[in-house]
């Protein structure tokens, strides 16, 4: 039996702006994803969703990983069990995570020597394959870890203050909301172009201000994003609630992360105030979970 792990990640800029080749930065966080695969006599899957075999519409990401994977060897029976400390459908690379961490366990076990940026790559395509215009962040931060710049595939600084994420527990369909942002932006180029061109050059300007570690100034940016990201249609009532919660208490920023519509937002919080900007994201009925940034990727455990 092989068990691999893979994290999870928040964005601290670009989200949607990287779909259309503005710049991103993500953040690997420490909560992740671990998938244990044995040979078996037929395909098995299980995970909280239940026990299937090759199953696109119950467990579209790993049936995809072991068909591709069938393109580097013979995979007949596998029994792939999936453990997850990230809700699923909520902006924090759940997605991504399973993927990956697939992907590298099946790796190891039929010895196919992919490289980590083989992994990203085919993690790239069958996120591509399952959500449609999906961007390569999730994934490569999820095999890399640590602090990512993309499209450059840069390594940024580590992020070292306290990550708070709040989760809305309201589901969110990344392809949708991707969908429903290529709709604004083909109904109002001349208005949405820019909008999207703005969230890139923050993460231009955050890169020196990353190895600074200049955590106030990114924290001023990551607001001017969180306007931006209600601007485009991807903010709802209930992540509002959330960042301004989290703000009011203290948090240096708060913002959505990832695609929005529900799920997750994030808040940087200085060393001694994390908990107090948990309670305020639970007091609004978020869920908080106080989470940094992890310098490792995919790992076997
Ligand atoms: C989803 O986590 C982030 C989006 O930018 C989509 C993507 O990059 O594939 C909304």
Known sequence: MITCSAPGKVYLFGEHAV????????????????VSVEKSDEIIIES????????????????????????????????????SQLPVGSGLGSSAAVTVASIQALNHLYECELSLEDIAKTGHEIERMVQGNASPTDTYVSTMGGVVMIPQRKKLDLINCP??????HKFSSTKELVG????????????????????????????????????????KLMNINQGLLDAIGVGSAELSSLVYAARGSGAISA???GAGGGGCMVALARENNAQDIAKAIEDTGGEAIITKNTAEGVRLE
Not at 66 to 75: P, S
Not at 189 to 214: F, K, T, Y
């Open 19 to 34: 779909v259309y080749g503005e710049s991103a930065i993500c953040c690997a966080i420490e909560l992740r994803t671990k």
């Open 163 to 168: 990550i708070v994420v709040g989760n809305t």
């Open 255 to 257: 913002k959505i992360t």
């Open 48 to 83: 909280v969703l239940g026990r299937t075999g090759l199953d696109h519409d119950n467990h579209p990401y790993v049936s995809y990983v072991i068909e591709k994977m069938r393109q580097f060897t013979d995979i007949q029976g596998v029994h792939i069990v999936i453990e």
């Open 180 to 219: 429903n942002v290529a709709k604004l932006r083909s109904d109002f180029p001349s208005v949405v172009e820019p909008i999207l061109s703005n969230i890139g050059q923050m993460s231009i300007l955050a890169e020196r201000l990353v190895a600074e570690g200049d955590y106030e100034t990114i924290g």
